[in-house]
């Protein structure tokens, strides 16, 4: 480590255990670790001697700034985000901002994201092709939300949706699904899991027509299954092709 | 660990430097490794005083069933996937065989897949809504592949590419930047990503166009950007929505 540098670490979801090998490495050696206030909780029972500086959830820009300015002080400097760092994370903002710190260099270390780490609790539904989209509507407006949802459901991909409500906006998980329900059957196997790699994990398999009326927080990844999907032994599974088929192969 | 249980574990692009600090203390626990000869092989340098059971590239069946038999005989085993255990993985095969194994129990452990690990070597472009799409034409016919890379780009998403081309199927890239050129200019920006955490990774960035002409094999995974991404100082980045504009808040 020489330089002035920041990593962008995606710490996986929950505390530890799901971060990587190298995300471990790094936040060891740093002396600063940047980061919102829930996930930095997570860290200090692990790594209880570094110093911490901690923003509230939406100050994602005095966040990267922080990280920045503790770099340019000379200090090793890790910038934490839940999941991977380059999904709905930190890693974007951080490149955008870089240029005003020419001094300083940024390395991303990515890690398991809510999607990959959700769908290992419901059993493998995104086997195959897949796409990620957030509810969120604070960055994208929800017009544009909508298509991206039809256009998802009419390619048959498995869907994984993030962010699916908050306190804010609590009917947009019902919204999504009433866009989907153009496209799938009510019928079509969902899955729904809370908490991920945290205390209070849990985790649902249910129906398009049973996820619209499900409660759902931004602590809640929502899977919606393609034409293909199938319980298999309780158990949300995107079947491999004709694999079982030419198992003499 | 009790009973009968067979783990199906993402070990992370490349050896080992990527895998998650549960994965790897799955594997240390274990008596048995069972994969495909190339992830074994890296795998042999961490843990060498393991029992390795390997089938060639094409024989999953032959390598769960492996996995499940060892289990019965009463040993710790493991199968391992690169990347993750659920993307274009072993974790859906396993649960599809898993009910002839009745005694057995399945346990996935997710790892970062080649897209988010590719993301963090580009720079950020996966930030926002993307979807990830497979190539190979093994387990799906070319149409449904066509027609999901076609409604992907329509949709606006990043695109990331599985298995972009191989020996039997040299022009599939050239192919799929076809299609996606029916939706999006041929200035948009893409990035290539080789030998993801192995010796000889390499990075490029280059437009749609260009895509169209960059020889690609089975380790080289693809990023095609959307409307929005842009080349900043050099990184891949999909922009994160009005978050610059709005820096006062």
Known sequence: MSGKQVWVIGIGPGGGEQMTVQARQILKQCDVIVGYTVYVALLRETFPDKEYRTTSMCREIDRCRLAFEEAQSGKRVAIVCSGDAGVYGMSGLMLELAGEYPDCTVEIVPGVTAAL?????????????????????????????????????????????????????????????????EEAEPERICGVVRQIGRD????????????????ADMFTTVFVGN?????INGRMVMPRGYAIETAGR
Not at 155 to 171: E, H, Q, T
């Open 227 to 231: 034409s293909r999907t199938r319980l």
């Open 117 to 181: 780490a959700g769908a290992a609790v419901l059993g493998a539904p995104l086997m195959h092709d897949f796409a990620v989209i957030s509810l969120s509507d604070r960055m994208t407006p929800w017009e544009e939300i909508g298509r991206r949802l039809r256009l998802a459901a009419a390619a048959d991909f498995v869907i994984c949706l993030y962010n699916p409500a908050s306190k804010g906006r609590p009917d947009y998980l019902q919204r999504a699904c009433d866009i989907i329900l």
């Open 200 to 215: 209070g994990e849990s985790a649902k398999m249910l129906t398009l027509r049973e996820l619209r009326e499900e409660p």
